[in-house]
């Protein structure tokens, strides 16, 4: 399965985006999907994981409350809808593909998107 993460792009402080990532090749059904971001210099860090039927969601503490994560199985397609951003939200966002239960941790997740850029003016 590919994954094409696309929604980045620049946005003031209190806007909001939506990120849409897009499977192509096979189907991620039975599969949690998650998104992750890596800023310049840092680790790429968990943001938010969604289970297969929707009922399990993980979301970091840092973007809980303004951050949702949702998933449209017939368009084999994940969405992160973003609102309430920060500057300290800019960064490369990555979708993945993982297992069956929702885990923040990178190695959770075996397929990665090649990233969309989410940048935050202050």
């Known amino acids: 399965v590919q994954l094409q993460a696309s929604g980045g792009g620049l946005v003031q402080a209190g806007g909001s985006l939506r990120l849409s990532c897009a499977a192509s090749g096979s189907t991620f059904r039975g599969y949690v999907m998650g998104w992750f971001r890596q800023a310049p210099g840092k680790e790429r860090e968990f943001v938010a994981a969604?289970?297969?039927?929707?009922?399990?969601?993980k979301y970091a503490d840092s973007v809980k409350g303004r951050f949702t994560i949702s998933r449209d199985s017939a368009k084999n397609t994940v969405y992160l809808q973003m609102n309430m951003l920060r500057p300290e939200d800019t960064a490369v966002y990555y979708c993945a593909k993982g297992a069956v239960v929702p885990s923040t941790a990178r190695n959770g997740y075996d397929t990665w998107g090649q990233g969309t850029q989410v940048t935050v003016s202050s």
């Open positions: 969604i289970s297969w039927s929707g009922i399990s969601i």
